[in-house]
């Protein structure tokens, strides 16, 4: 009977989110984690960025709610697992690389915001997810996404840390550094006042503060919260 037990709990497939702000880590740990555990790893900010390349390629307004849902409901948005993370198709096409500039990251901050937007994604993003394997990061994961999610996590930083990770990832320095940081500044700021799903920790969400913290530290203690929840 232990046996049968053990099997059931190793064989349990978990849906966990993990939200925060720009620049925390949040895609890196998902990315991991997923590979860790065997699971799919969601990234709704890859699925609003390549909805922000289409708005530019389409030449759409980001203020125009209406247009942005349309481009939406005729765009075919997949993420593919591949080795260092995931591949992003927009109508097929790998947009993988493209999504991560700077003019597409700023558009993603700002079609965002919109609520009809929002709900579109999260009705995609719930498909996706429902039969449980996955890790999924985002801003609104553990809030509106999956609000019955196993295991909430909210990973954060100090404001100064993220803004010098986000720049030795872009591998931006010089005087383009103070402008960046400028944007992630502002982007918070978007993320936490929106009127449709801001930023916010969960009530049940695990809190992480990853200042201080390698990104191994972090990834041993949310293996560790992923094994607790295994275990119940």
Same mark, same amino acid.
């Given at each position: 009977? *232990?046996?049968?037990? +053990? &099997?059931?709990?190793?064989?349990?497939?978990?849906?966990? #989110?993990?939200?925060?702000? #720009?620049?925390?880590?949040?895609? +890196?740990? #998902?990315?991991?984690?997923?590979?860790?555990?065997?699971?799919? *790893? /969601?990234?709704?900010?890859?699925?609003?960025?390549?909805?922000? /390349?289409?708005?530019?390629?389409?030449? !759409?307004?980001?203020?125009?709610? !209406?247009?942005?849902?349309?481009?939406?409901? *005729?765009?075919?948005?997949?993420?593919?697992?591949?080795?260092?993370?995931?591949?992003?198709?927009?109508?097929?096409? &790998?947009?993988?690389?493209?999504?991560?500039?700077?003019?597409?990251?700023?558009? !993603?901050?700002? @079609?965002?915001?919109?609520?009809?937007?929002?709900?579109?994604?999260?009705? =995609?993003?719930?498909?996706?997810?429902?039969?449980?394997?996955?890790?999924?990061?985002? =801003?609104?994961?553990?809030?509106?996404?999956?609000?019955?999610?196993?295991?909430?996590?909210?990973?954060?930083?100090?404001?100064?840390?993220?803004?010098?990770?986000?720049?030795?990832?872009?591998?931006?320095?010089?005087?383009?550094? !103070?402008?960046?940081? #400028?944007?992630?500044?502002?982007?918070?700021?978007?993320?936490? +006042?929106?009127?449709?799903?801001?930023?916010?920790? $969960?009530?049940? $969400? @695990?809190?992480?503060?990853? +200042?201080?913290?390698?990104?191994?530290?972090?990834? $041993?203690? @949310?293996?560790?919260?992923?094994?607790? =929840?295994?275990?119940?």
């Amino acid at each position: 009977m *232990n046996d049968h037990s +053990t &099997d059931e709990q190793s064989s349990r497939k978990l849906i966990i #989110a993990i939200d925060g702000p #720009a620049g925390a880590g949040k895609s +890196t740990i #998902a990315s991991r984690l997923a590979r860790k555990l065997g699971y799919v *790893n /969601l990234e709704s900010g890859a699925m609003y960025r390549a909805l922000a /390349l289409k708005a530019i390629e389409r030449d !759409a307004s980001f203020d125009d709610e !209406a247009a942005l849902v349309k481009l939406a409901e *005729n765009a075919r948005i997949q993420l593919e697992p591949a080795i260092g993370g995931n591949r992003t198709l927009l109508d097929g096409r &790998d947009v993988s690389s493209r999504i991560r500039e700077r003019d597409v990251s700023e558009a !993603a901050s700002r @079609v965002s915001v919109h609520p009809k937007v929002r709900a579109w994604m999260v009705a =995609r993003q719930r498909e996706m997810g429902a039969g449980g394997g996955v890790v999924m990061e985002g =801003r609104d994961i553990g809030t509106k996404v999956f609000p019955h999610a196993d295991l909430k996590i909210f990973l954060d930083a100090d404001p100064v840390v993220r803004e010098q990770r986000r720049m030795t990832q872009q591998k931006i320095k010089g005087d383009v550094a !103070a402008s960046v940081a #400028a944007e992630l500044r502002e982007r918070d700021r978007r993320d936490r +006042t929106r009127v449709a799903s801001p930023l916010v920790a $969960a009530a049940d $969400a @695990v809190v992480i503060n990853s +200042t201080g913290l390698t990104e191994d530290e972090v990834l $041993a203690r @949310v293996e560790g919260l992923v094994k607790e =929840r295994m275990r119940d």
